[in-house]
């Protein structure tokens, strides 16, 4: 789905393939689709989802899976690697440009997603050229491996990152497509002190986003200030920007503010703003008693292009946010608090 994101570095999240086999203890997105998968063995057994091959853990949806009680399950089979095909017209149907994080629900690029799946995406993002698209992999050498048969995209708004927790996992900045095309790490969630200078025979990479462990496991890791201020000190040094993402835990190793910068071609969209009713001119209240006041909109649509429907009452819930119908609504039309 194209959901607005609540991350730091991306306006939104689009999931057209969720599941990793991977299986981080620490991993938020499978927490997610353990808590809204309903009865996995139940939904396995509906014609609504299908298995790659009789003996695949690979899974296609055609269309929204719904239970019996016609409420839509977002991960019928769980964190199991599926396609959920019906979202790839999604970017396409977003005119307003925008930073979209592919995959944030799974790893695209785990050995186990067939090719034609990220071809799939990688064709669903070419059809909305308009986005800057982000995918993030602890799987950077399935980059490598679509680079030698020509399959990997070199669009200047496509961004190709890994992610790396552990000095260990260091060695996954070589994997990533070489310049001129664009590259990132995601350095989330921070476990242990990370030199990135031990990397620095590989290309230089674009952009660097440091995130601590967060939620409520026993025996998190907390970031220290000191972890924190290598990071910072080798990008300053080599000049990549660095976003630090806002987090109670990495507030507390580092207290406020906390950098945020981003490299040319990221550049978030502000937020739209939605109309309250009871401060905009248009809205007129009649007075009923002990019912308390009834909110209408006056007749004036009609000067502003829009169909002359008449005043329309605006339901309660509606007048602090504007209902749904309403055009300055749709437009984001600012106005003074």
């Known amino acids: 789905m194209m959901n607005k994101s609540k991350i730091d570095w991306t306006d939104f999240t689009w999931n057209p393939v969720t599941g990793c086999p991977r299986g981080c203890y620490y991993c938020y997105a499978a927490k997610q689709a353990r808590r809204f998968c309903g009865d996995i063995r139940l939904n396995k057994s509906s014609p609504q989802i299908t298995r790659t091959a009789p003996d695949a853990k690979t899974y296609i949806l055609e269309q929204p899976f719904r239970n019996d009680a016609g409420r839509v399950i977002p991960f019928p089979a769980g964190f199991a690697l599926t396609l959920h095909r019906y979202r790839l017209p999604m970017p396409a149907q977003k005119k307003k440009p925008a930073n979209i994080f592919v995959c944030s629900m799974g790893d695209l690029f785990a050995p186990q997603i067939p090719t034609r799946w990220i071809v799939d995406v990688f064709d669903a993002c070419a059809a909305a050229p308009w986005h800057t698209y982000l995918f993030l992999t602890k799987y950077p050498e399935r980059y490598r491996e ?72 026993k025996g998190k890791h907390a970031p220290s200030r000191a972890w924190l201020e290598a ?70 649509w009609a000067d502003e292009g829009q169909p002359d429907r008449g005043d329309r009452h605006i339901p309660g819930r509606y007048t602090r946010t504007s209902p749904p119908w309403c055009p300055r609504r749709k437009e984001g039309w600012d106005h003074e608090d």
């Open 146 to 217: 679509l680079e030698q048969v020509a399959l990997l995209p070199h669009a200047e708004n496509f961004w190709y990152g890994t992610t790396i927790t552990r000095q260990a996992d260091t060695y996954r900045l070589a994997d990533l497509p070489a310049p001129p095309l664009h590259r990132f790490a995601s350095v989330e969630p921070l476990l242990e002190a990370v030199n990135m200078a031990e990397a620095s025979d590989t290309p230089p990479i674009d952009w660097l986003i440091v995130g601590a462990e967060t939620g409520n496991q």
């Open 231 to 300: 990071l910072q000190t080798w990008a300053n040094t080599n000049g990549v920007p660095v976003l630090f993402k806002e987090s109670a835990e990495l507030y507390e190793a580092w207290g406020s503010p906390i950098p945020q910068q981003f490299p040319e071609g990221i550049t978030l969209n502000e937020p739209d703003v939605i109309p309250h009713c009871d401060a905009c001119e248009l809205c007129y209240t009649v007075d009923q008693g002990k019912r308390g006041k009834a909110y209408f909109c006056v007749n004036a």
